[in-house]
């Protein structure tokens, strides 16, 4: 079972109650992106897919990543066209919010992370973005103005 217990609830995938959520990426190789996810931020691989068509899903502490292989419009989505990103075109990206981004950037970058820059300060936090083997944009970030407690 793949369940994540927050505030008395139990999150899994999939839910056996309510709901969870998964962010879907489309990918050139599922295979290559679950290694990626797997090796730089720990992921757990829970499918890799299959040839007739299955996506690759991945857990990343309480989420979930569902990894596909881009294609055509189909009867659900009739007007869709599912590919990798553009890099330099970018409308929407994960965002990994971290305890302690220095060491983040140190142990991700040591798996094979390619960060845009180092971790920089704006707006009351510490923040940097990584690319993954498809282009899809990972900001990584450390709030510096909230108080806990």
């Not at 309510?18 to 931020?41: H, M, P």
């Not at 690319?131 to 900001?139: A, S, T, V, Y």
Request: proline share 7%; aromatic share 10%.
């Amino acid at each position: 079972m793949n369940a994540v217990q927050i505030d008395q609830k139990s999150y899994e995938m999939p839910p056996r109650e309510g709901i969870s959520i998964t962010y879907f990426l489309t990918v050139a190789d599922i295979e290559r992106s679950a290694r990626y996810y797997e090796k730089v931020f720990g992921a757990r691989i829970l499918s890799r897919g299959d040839s007739k068509g299955a996506p690759g899903y991945v857990q990343i502490a309480n989420t979930w990543l569902i990894l596909n292989v881009g294609g055509g419009p189909t009867p659900d989505k009739p007007t869709v066209t599912l590919s990798v990103p553009d890099p330099n075109h970018i409308n929407s990206f994960m965002n990994i919010r971290v305890a302690d981004i220095q060491a983040c950037y140190k142990l991700w970058t040591s798996r094979g992370a390619k960060f845009i820059t180092e971790p920089l300060e704006k707006y009351g936090e510490w923040r940097c973005y990584i690319r993954d083997p498809d282009g899809h944009l990972i900001e990584v970030g450390q709030s510096t103005d909230v108080k806990y407690g």
